[in-house]
């Protein structure tokens, strides 16, 4: 059953007329109302394609977020023919809010994998602390990146964080010492790095697995400082604003491909990745495989100088 969000009611109530009428179709084999099911199902497939045509950034935001979203283990299975996971941060635990480990991409390319897990379930959401890495996860992927400059494998991240771990554990442990050595890991890389944000990207623990020399992002994924919610309550003291914060935030993959904060959009299947995950998996596999591709003979000079001087662009014509 697909959780449809507040925009996509009028879609619900049609969809929901197409399954009422297949019920009665299964029940009755006298009656063919295969036409007219037919008909519903133009309807629905027009209206689903107008409504994600016209995506206010505050939607987006909510598509981003949507419960039923594929998450890291869900592109894994489908993008990856084996992944072995490593756990832990030599220092003080394993934080399953961010995982990583070897693996095989479909072409036979051998990554260090690594990225957000929010969970999909009250049991698996609390597990993974809904993708809010603790100091321990960042070190984790620190140590992960550094293992892949030493055998020569590519690092691909994928970001999906509302943001680090705000906690006072997290900060007593060294939140933001953490975020930072994370960030100079990538930036630090002696070999091709790929990132792409495949739900949100929040802050400054977004960027920590997502400073790379290419950026992609999801076609309906987010990207931002602060959350829409938090900006809001910033500036107007309520967070009932927050549809203004987004738009103004500049937060979708198309403003910040415009931006050059980003460097690719991967499309996704009408009406949202969680619509059909195994051809978002899919999209994002074969966008993965020509961005490395694309990396392949440059030298850790090379790489290092494209990070640098991509981020160093970002703003410089404004």
């Known amino acids: 059953m697909i959780s449809y969000l507040e925009f996509e009611k009028p879609l619900a109530e049609l969809e929901a007329q197409i399954k009422a009428l297949r019920d009665t179709s299964d029940k009755d084999e006298v009656v063919d109302i295969s036409s007219e099911v037919s008909k519903l199902e133009a309807k629905a497939a027009n209206q689903r394609a107008q409504i994600y045509r016209n995506l206010s950034p505050w939607q987006k935001t909510q598509v981003a977020r949507h419960p039923q979203r594929p998450h890291f283990k869900d592109y894994v299975a489908h993008i990856a023919d084996d992944f072995m996971a490593l756990g832990g941060d030599r220092s003080f635990a394993d934080d399953q809010a961010i995982l990583g480990g070897f693996a095989t991409l479909k072409t036979g390319q051998k990554v260090m994998l690594i990225g957000h897990e929010k969970g999909h379930d009250v049991q698996s959401r609390l597990r993974h602390n809904?993708?809010?890495g603790k100091p321990e996860g960042y070190r984790k992927a620190v140590r992960l990146m550094e293992m892949a400059g030493r055998f020569g494998l590519p690092v691909v991240t994928l970001?999906?964080?509302s943001g680090a771990f705000p906690g006072i554990e997290a900060e007593e442990r060294g939140q933001a010492e953490a975020?930072?050595?994370a960030t100079q890991a990538c930036l630090d890389l002696p070999v091709p790095m790929v990132a792409t944000i495949v739900g949100e990207g929040g802050s400054g623990g977004a960027v920590a697995l997502a400073s790379a020399e290419r950026v992609m992002m999801m076609e309906h994924a987010v990207y931002s400082v602060i959350s829409p919610e938090g900006c809001a309550s910033i500036l107007w003291r309520t967070?009932?604003?927050?549809p203004d914060a987004a738009e103004a935030m500049k937060v979708t993959a198309q403003n910040l491909k415009e931006l050059g904060v980003i460097d690719r959009i991967v499309p996704e299947p009408l009406?949202?990745?969680h619509r059909d995950p195994a051809a978002a998996a899919e999209a994002l596999g074969a966008a993965i495989d020509e961005e490395l591709t694309g990396l392949a003979?440059?030298?850790?000079?090379e790489l290092q100088a494209r990070r640098a001087d991509?981020?160093?662009?970002i703003g410089s014509s404004f």
């Open 271 to 273: 009406g949202g990745a």
């Open 159 to 161: 970001v999906d964080t």
């Open 297 to 301: 003979g440059l030298d850790a000079g």
């Open 130 to 132: 809904f993708g809010m």
């Open 179 to 181: 975020i930072a050595r």
């Open 310 to 313: 991509r981020f160093l662009k």
């Open 239 to 242: 967070a009932e604003k927050a």
